[in-house]
């Protein structure tokens, strides 16, 4: 029989169970569902409940659709969906604890799939090592990220600034310290990581960040994100408003936000916001993100660590059909809309990496433009001090030169081969028969150190010496393994 566990929280007492010797809360309200009345309108609060709740099993991922035959649906997706979504997952080493350090997780998936409780996102690990980890849902797609210029925007951010609240004012009960918050996400949870740089709402609630494979140059403008609204409406046939939107059956917007975000990946539509990868996106220019994070970088007072994968874009050429070869007109197509012409090309051919085929060059030059140069670019922008990784090790599922994939430092971050591995195939093809058990130690080891006190165990980045560590099977200090890259862009990013 599973040990329980009651915590009281500023809405009413939890209870959760003992598992593996830390203790586990699901699915804890932080916010009202975000439907009927409230649909499209900033996260609004929980009514009390009395009693204790029982929070021992899953609660409902946000409705969302999900990519069809991606084997990993289940590792990184919901195992069901329903209306009172807006809630937290909560691991704790010991809930009568106190001043442990605290991991709130943005998940993933281009603001378009994902829930905080996946598989993928288990908080086991952490807090194993004595740290209480906070997975949270926010709105996806349509109703998290549509804009219609009415002074209600970003909802799927306010959203998680409403679930750090919650982190603030109940923490404690679970063993956390409230000044002592780390808040991390991959992908679309390190581009939510830094857009919360950039929102003033947000200053405060996290002590230190950790992004990823984000991008801080993603985030929409007025006029971009307004012609994505246009063309979801086209699709519904509505108008672009916000009360047209809110009167269509969810399953309706779900409906679209697959093939609308394939629509947008297709650089010959959408030009170079394709390379953004999703058209669902934060919005800056408006009141709750004045400014884009690039353009107010420096303001940012809190310590980040930051990172990229070697391949980011393998991933989406596959899903564009352009692996493992690519036609050279299609190739020459994206180094146009991207500005790499023929001497930022040669700077990649002629580097260390001694590229030559078209696809190497593509993906290579797709993850540069879209996530390491503008990360780098942030980093040198910024007063806070700020740590650089990046991730080499390379799956043997890709082809040779592309296999260190969006997504991939993900397991080894958690110290969590085996859920991976769990997936069946598709995780043991990804991770091969060698994959490193020492690089995940050492990875999860930085992360939780950085939690613990903003020390990973290397130097700050700076623009003398631009140290970044390099995690691969044999883990490395490198001084500026970017400087090629970085004279490739320069002027041009």
């Not at 009395?50 to 409902?60: A, L």
């Not at 993933?108 to 996946?118: P, R």
């Not at 936000?257 to 800056?284: C, K, L, N, Y």
């Not at 290579?364 to 080499?392: C, G, K, M, N």
Request: charged share 20%.
């Amino acid at each position: 029989m599973l040990l329980q566990t009651i915590v009281p929280t500023d809405t009413g007492a939890v209870t959760g169970v003992e598992d593996r010797g830390a203790v586990r809360f699901r699915g804890i309200p932080y916010a009202a569902a975000p439907f009927g009345r409230n649909r499209l309108r900033p996260p609004a609060p929980v009514t009390a409940w009395e009693g204790v709740r029982d929070t021992s099993e899953f609660g409902p991922g946000v409705p969302q659709s999900a990519f069809d035959g991606d084997p990993f649906n289940a590792y990184f997706n919901p195992r069901r969906q329903g209306e009172d979504c807006l809630t937290v997952d909560v691991w704790t080493p010991d809930a009568t604890s106190s001043g442990l350090p605290v991991m709130v997780w943005i998940h993933g998936g281009g603001f378009i799939t994902g829930t905080g409780s996946a598989p993928a996102h288990d908080g086991f690990t952490f807090a194993r090592d004595g740290i209480v980890h906070v997975g949270i849902n926010y709105r996806l797609g349509v109703d998290g990220f549509t804009f219609f210029d009415d002074g209600i925007e970003n909802l799927g951010l306010l959203d998680q600034i409403a679930a750090l609240e919650w982190v603030q004012r109940n923490i404690a009960a679970f063993g956390g310290d409230p000044d002592q918050v780390t808040v991390f996400g991959q992908s679309g949870g390190a581009v939510a990581v830094m857009d919360l740089l950039a929102m003033p709402r947000a200053r405060g609630l996290f002590a230190r960040a950790i992004a990823m494979s984000g991008s801080p140059a993603v985030s929409a403008s007025v006029e971009s994100a307004l012609r994505v609204t246009t063309r979801l409406a086209e699709r519904f046939g509505i108008a672009p408003t916000r009360e047209a939107f809110a009167a269509l059956p969810v399953e309706r917007t779900l409906s679209e936000v697959i093939p609308m975000a394939m629509e947008f990946v297709d650089f010959t539509q959408w030009g170079t916001e394709s390379f953004t990868v999703s058209p669902f996106r934060a919005v800056h220019g408006t009141a709750t993100m004045p400014s884009s994070l690039l353009d107010s970088a420096s303001e940012s007072t809190v310590p980040l660590m930051t990172g990229t994968t070697r391949n980011e874009a393998t991933g989406f050429l596959a899903a564009l059909g352009l692996l493992p070869a690519m036609p050279e007109e299609a190739g020459q197509a994206m180094f146009g809309l991207m500005s790499a012409d023929d001497e930022v090309q040669a700077h990649y051919r002629g580097g260390p990496r001694r590229l030559e085929s078209t696809v190497e060059l593509a993906e290579a030059v797709w993850t540069d433009w879209a996530f390491r140069i503008p990360t780098l670019q942030l980093v040198e922008a910024r007063r806070a001090p700020s740590h650089v990784y990046e991730f080499h090790w390379a799956s043997p599922s890709f082809p040779p030169g592309l296999g260190s994939n969006h997504a991939l430092d993900v397991p080894f971050m958690r110290d969590d081969l085996a859920t991976m591995r769990g997936v069946g195939v598709a995780g043991e093809a990804l991770l091969g028969p060698e994959a490193p058990q020492e690089l995940a130690t050492q990875m999860h080891e930085a992360f939780a150190a950085y939690a613990r006190d903003g020390d990973p165990g290397w130097p700050a980045y700076d623009e003398i010496d631009r140290s970044t560590m390099v995690f691969d099977t044999v883990s490395t200090l490198e001084n500026d393994p970017a400087a090629t890259e970085r004279q490739a862009w320069k002027g041009r990013r």
